[in-house]
């Protein structure tokens, strides 16, 4: 690769931004490429993230999205390696099945044979239905993509889909003669034909053109946690039991990698407290530190309390980091100028949607 030009910049070595350095690499296969990270290769957002994924989305243009992503998941195989499918198992109040069935993104759930429910506390321990609650099988469409391993895939392999450079935070991007100018503290990194944006829950850098001048919205930020809990004796194995989905509360029990381990991913509503602010984000910046707390696990225990009585009384750990939230829930796609795109605001969900949003990323950048 030539020092200091190529075809793509990728700012941000998130899911999204690897995401979209590996569409890009498919539609432009002599394409240089390189990511730049502040930090490490997915150490952000993603790197925190459980990375699960359930076919379900409360409106279209995100069920179209999470139709796409699935797709795409299925067919590159370097997706498709780092995926783990499970069953599960969706407990909703009589009042919401319509509603649920309704933000389905793939054929409709049927109800699940008590024998189902069984097998799974027989995993977890007992598990609060409460009575009248329908439990429809989610069959094997629940999953999680194992982000890490995916970024060691496409960017440490001995043939990287693209050139990594980490530990360089890009403070602007200008126009330069015909190619983007991409700049961090310590001088001009690249001079590119196009550039995405790609910095998850951190500000973007703002970019220079000859006539305009786009500095990014500050993201609002909502913190996520993923309580990890140990599940003890011979007899767990929750890879066997699937997920438990209690869908009128939002909370899951999703397999640990290995079996022996759930965790139950929740937003924390109480988050941030009013002191914090949700505009805080710096560029290059978190806003507040990402470490699990005991804070989080009070949150997460008392989540669980009622439906999970079962549960086991030690081996509670966990995750959690931040992710960029829009008012609706949609990412935005911004396009400060022709050949730069901007990805964000993935609201909690950018793993699953993130194919779907980087075939849109690259196919802005293939017309500019
Ligand atoms: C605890 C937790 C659990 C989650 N669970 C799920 C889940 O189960 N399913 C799901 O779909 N989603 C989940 N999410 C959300 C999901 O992880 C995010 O939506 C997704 O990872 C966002 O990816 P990203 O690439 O946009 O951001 P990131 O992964 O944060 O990547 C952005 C990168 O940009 C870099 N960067 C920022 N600014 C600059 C700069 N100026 N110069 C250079 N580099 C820069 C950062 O260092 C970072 O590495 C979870 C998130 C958390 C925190």
Redesign the pocket.
């Known amino acids: 690769m030539t020092a200091g030009r190529a075809d793509l910049v990728v700012?941000?070595?998130?899911?999204?931004?690897c995401m979209v350095a590996l569409l890009y690499r498919r539609a432009h296969s002599g394409a240089e490429i390189i990511v730049?990270?502040?930090?490490a290769a997915?150490?952000?957002?993603?790197?925190?993230?459980?990375?699960?994924?359930i076919p379900a989305a409360p409106t279209a243009t995100l069920r179209a999205l999470v139709r796409r992503s699935d797709a795409l998941f299925a067919a590159i195989p370097v997706l498709a390696r780092h995926l783990r499918h499970y069953a599960a198992l969706y407990c909703v109040s009589p009042q919401r099945v319509a509603d649920f069935r309704g933000q389905l993104a793939v054929a409709d759930f049927v109800p699940a044979a008590p024998a189902q429910w069984s097998a799974a506390e027989a995993v977890y321990g007992p598990l609060a239905r409460d009575a009248g609650r329908v439990v429809l099988d989610g069959r094997r469409h629940a999953y999680t993509f194992d982000v890490t391993a995916f970024v060691h895939a496409a960017l440490r392999a001995p043939e990287p889909i693209a050139r990594l450079v980490e530990g360089?935070?890009?403070?602007a991007v200008r126009r330069d003669g015909d190619r983007w100018s991409v700049e961090t503290g310590d001088g001009v990194l690249a001079r590119a034909r196009a550039v995405a944006l790609?910095?998850?829950?951190?500000t973007?850098?703002p970019v220079t053109g000859p006539d305009r001048h786009w500095a990014p919205p500050p993201p609002s930020l909502r913190r996520?946690?993923?309580l990890r809990v140990a599940l003890p004796g011979p007899a767990a194995d929750a890879g066997s039991a699937g997920s438990v989905i209690w869908v009128d509360e939002s909370v899951s029990l999703i397999p640990a990698a290995g079996g022996a381990a759930c965790y139950v991913?929740f937003t924390r509503g109480d988050w941030p407290p009013a002191a914090a602010g949700v505009h805080r984000a710096a560029?290059?910046r978190p806003v507040a530190p990402a470490e699990f707390t005991d804070d989080d696990r009070a949150a997460g225990l008392a989540a669980i309390a009622r439906l999970w009585p079962g549960r086991p009384a030690s081996g509670v750990g966990g995750?959690?980091?931040?992710?960029s939230y829009t008012p609706d829930r949609h990412p935005r796609i911004d396009r400060p100028a022709p050949g730069v795109v901007s990805?964000?605001g993935?609201s909690?969900?950018?793993?699953?949607?993130a194919p779907a949003l980087a075939e849109d990323a690259v196919r802005d950048l293939t017309a500019a």
């Open positions: 700012v941000g070595a998130g899911v999204i931004g730049v990270d502040r930090g997915a150490g952000g957002a993603s790197g925190a993230s459980l990375c699960a994924a360089r935070a890009v403070a790609c910095t998850g829950p951190w973007a850098p996520i946690v993923s991913n560029a290059g995750l959690a980091g931040h992710d990805v964000t993935t909690g969900a950018g793993v699953r949607l």
